[in-house]
């Protein structure tokens, strides 16, 4: 006799989520693999006192000691262990990666919103954003740290204000586009708060193009963080972050390679995952491409 199954409560739901989150992954793998890979960049950071040891720890007599079993990845001109380093430098390009990407959206959401909606205040505020895009972000990076002075949040601010812009203009393009739809000149004609009117029917089309943008604006600010830091504009030296990691070990490039490598790596990986983090995002995001695949 055989017994008949017993289906257990909630059990054909669960199944269905994970059916979905299975198609998904199928579907997009980029996304899968960019967020997987930032998940575990962001796991060595959070969890670096557990996984390195002290990064400001000075050995002379291993100076210069190549990678192996003592030090995985060798050890820098001091002693130092460049592994600890380097896993410590990790939590820096991140949250300045992170920060960057969440304050320079948030700012250039509420900015673009009024730009394309409110025209006598588009036509002040981007000629301003206009002036800014004209300089290059690094050299206004630099001018920024020089007046303020170099530390973790001048970092941050310095990174934000040449990003702002560019999201501006995305979301700028966006409203302009939407704000001639028919249901938005409908809630003009009934009278709707301007206040309603962008957070009710024009905040939610700017939404996908942002976060993709975001993701681009997050890997930019790594990189950018990296070239500060090498060029003694960044982060104080006594904070390892990978770019002055790279930058006290270039003298040092052609005896003991690895104390530039292994921080360039890990930088490029992680550059690399937002990167396609953001590239899976917009496939996934946008409709048009969606339909096709």
Known sequence: MVANAIEVPGGRAVRRRWGRFFEF???YPTVVLGAAVLILMVLLAVCAPLLAGDP???KPIFRLKPP????WFGADFLGRDVY????????????VGGAVALISTVLGLLVGLLAGYVRWFD???MRFMDGLMAIPGVLLAIALISLAGASLANVVIAITVPEIPRVVRLVRSVVLTIREQPYVEAAVAVGSPLPKILWKHILPNTVAPLIVQATYVCA?????EAILSF??????????????????GRVYFQIAPWIIFFPGLLLAITVLAVNILG???RDSLDPRIARRM
Do not use: H, K, Q
């Not at 930019?220 to 950018?224: K, T």
């Open 123 to 125: 036509a002040v505020v």
């Open 25 to 27: 992954c199928g579907r």
């Open 231 to 248: 060029l003694g504009a960044g982060t104080p030296p006594e904070i390892p972050s990978w770019g002055n990691i790279m930058a006290e």
């Open 279 to 281: 590239d899976g995002l």
């Open 220 to 224: 930019s600010a790594v990189v950018i």
């Open 84 to 95: 600890a380093r380097t896993v410590y430098g990790g939590r820096i390009s991140l949250i």
């Open 56 to 58: 400001m720890r000075i």
């Open 68 to 71: 192996g079993e003592a030090f």
